[in-house]
């Protein structure tokens, strides 16, 4: 089945760690972005990548870094500098052929700092 | 600057009732307007989309109406079930050679029973 998987499910991250969450997907999409969810403040836009080996920062770029190495692969890290880093975090995907199917999301990772 | 606004940001429906839920935009280049629908520690899920030439869109017991002049649209779902309970956002793409999406702030929807 064609998918966006995301690990870990739960992340545990102490103070001035930095941590990495993974983003695979096997749809052969172009587009990947990743997303930060606050209850109450919707999806906000951490960075994107149209294709590999290029990525944009969206609204709330600080505190993070991004890789786009291959098509199937966004990593994400949370950097030390990020000084509010619990939440939930979604990777998505979509085609360059406009957005026939929307995105897809995979199921989340959740952070939380301990 | 907020693109997309959503409201309202919960909702109560009694099982068997329609639930509406409005988004207004500001961007006329917007050319695709989608809906997404999740459940708790999962992942939004593409619900039904609508495009700017089509006033109306169906799909089961959802609906989309879209008011291009007053650059409004909403989600209408009908005979409102427990198992919709979820948070809804709404979405919308910018014009040709664009395929980001801005999204709403959600809306939580509970139906009781």
């Known amino acids: 089945d064609g998918g966006i998987t995301q690990s870990p499910k739960y992340l545990f991250r102490k103070e001035g760690q930095n941590v990495t969450l993974s983003c695979e997907q096997n749809l052969n999409h172009d587009a990947m972005y990743w997303y930060r969810q606050d209850p109450g403040q919707g999806l906000r836009l951490i960075y994107y990548?149209?294709?590999?080996?290029?990525?944009q920062k969206g609204d709330i770029a600080e505190g993070y870094s991004v890789s786009r190495e291959k098509k199937e692969s966004f990593p994400l890290t949370v950097t030390s500098a990020q000084k509010n880093p619990t939440a939930f975090y979604l990777c998505a995907s979509s085609s360059s052929q406009g957005l026939k199917n929307g995105y897809t999301f995979g199921s989340g990772t959740r952070l939380t700092v301990v | 600057q907020q693109q997309v606004k959503q409201s309202p940001q919960s909702l109560i429906v009694q099982k068997g009732g329609i639930s509406i839920i409005n988004c207004a935009y500001e961007?006329?280049?917007?050319?695709?307007f989608p809906w997404y629908q999740q459940f708790p520690g999962k992942g939004p899920a593409l619900l039904i989309a609508i495009r700017p030439d089509v006033s109306e869109k169906k799909e089961g017991r959802f609906t989309i109406s879209f008011n291009k002049s007053a650059k409004q649209f909403s989600l209408h779902i009908m005979d409102s079930q427990p198992g919709d309970s979820a948070t809804y956002f709404c979405?919308?793409?910018?014009?040709?050679?664009?395929?980001?999406?801005?999204f709403g702030k959600g809306t939580k929807l509970s139906v009781i029973p």
């Open positions: 979405a919308a793409k910018g014009g040709a050679g664009s395929y980001q999406l801005t």
């Open positions: 990548s149209q294709i590999v080996n290029d990525f």
């Open positions: 961007n006329t280049a917007f050319d695709y």
